[in-house]
């Protein structure tokens, strides 16, 4: 069965900073993996997505990650972080034949502090 | 614009009464979904929908009941059979199409059971 673990419940770095917030998957068949954004009291934004073809997926705010298969995982970074970059982080994944389901992880609170 | 909306924002009923919550899409997406979120325990899916007049519970469909009649609605009703109807609710889209199933979100609502 397919998983997906977020390996930090929390994260807090300073303004200007860099960032990684890690996201690794289990699954026996290929896989699409997403990173989504929540801001307080808001739904989910896709920051960026891997379908295939080069490892490294730039996003939307600066944001990019790497897919990694045989780690198993797709870490989210940015070189250097805003105050407003302060929200949820979600990874998930999928894959064709999981009857549509996207299967997520439990999120990433990250604070960035002046 | 193209988008989903929910309404409303916040809503609050008092124990024992049944609730529906509303969602809407204009993005023409044939597949909709109902995710549920408490703190600290990620996404969870309630009911999803592939096609008008058929749907399939998710991990958590007990005390929840849904309704497709129409391809851009996909109303969510919390019955007074859910003992802990508390917390933010969440409407999505997809394409059927797509194979990675990259999914949208609305904004949104949050209820109050009191």
């Known amino acids: 069965a397919q998983s997906v673990t977020q390996l930090d419940s929390q994260v807090p770095v300073f303004e200007e900073a860099p960032v990684e917030l890690r996201c690794n998957y289990s699954?026996?068949?290929?896989?699409?993996l997403f990173w989504y954004v929540q801001y307080p009291n808001q739904g989910l934004q896709l920051l960026l997505k891997?379908?295939?073809?080069s490892t490294l997926v730039k996003g939307i705010n600066g944001f990019e990650a790497e897919f990694n298969k045989s780690q198993t995982s797709f870490h989210l970074r940015k070189p250097s972080v805003h105050i407003s970059d302060t929200a949820e982080y979600f990874c998930?994944?999928?894959?064709?034949?999981?009857?549509?389901?996207?299967?997520w992880g439990l999120g990433t609170s990250l604070a960035v502090n002046p | 614009d193209g988008g989903i909306t929910q309404s409303p924002k916040y809503l609050f009923r008092k124990e024992g009464q049944n609730v529906t919550l509303s969602c809407e899409q204009n993005?023409?997406?044939?597949?909709m979904y109902w995710y549920r979120q408490d703190p600290g325990q990620g996404l969870r899916l309630i009911y999803y929908s592939q096609i008008v007049n058929d749907f399939q519970k998710g991990d958590i469909a007990e005390g929840y009941s849904v309704s497709r009649e129409k391809k851009e609605s996909f109303p969510l009703t919390v019955t007074s059979a859910q003992k802990n109807p508390t917390a933010f609710y969440l409407c999505?889209?997809?394409?059927?199409?797509?194979?990675?199933?990259?999914?949208?979100f609305g904004p949104g609502t949050r209820l109050t059971v009191l």
């Open positions: 999505a889209s997809s394409r059927e199409q797509s194979s990675y199933n990259e999914q949208f």
């Open positions: 993005l023409n997406h044939d597949a």
């Open positions: 699954s026996s068949v290929s896989v699409y």
């Open positions: 998930a994944v999928s894959h064709a034949g999981n009857n549509r389901k996207l299967i």
């Open positions: 891997y379908l295939s073809g």
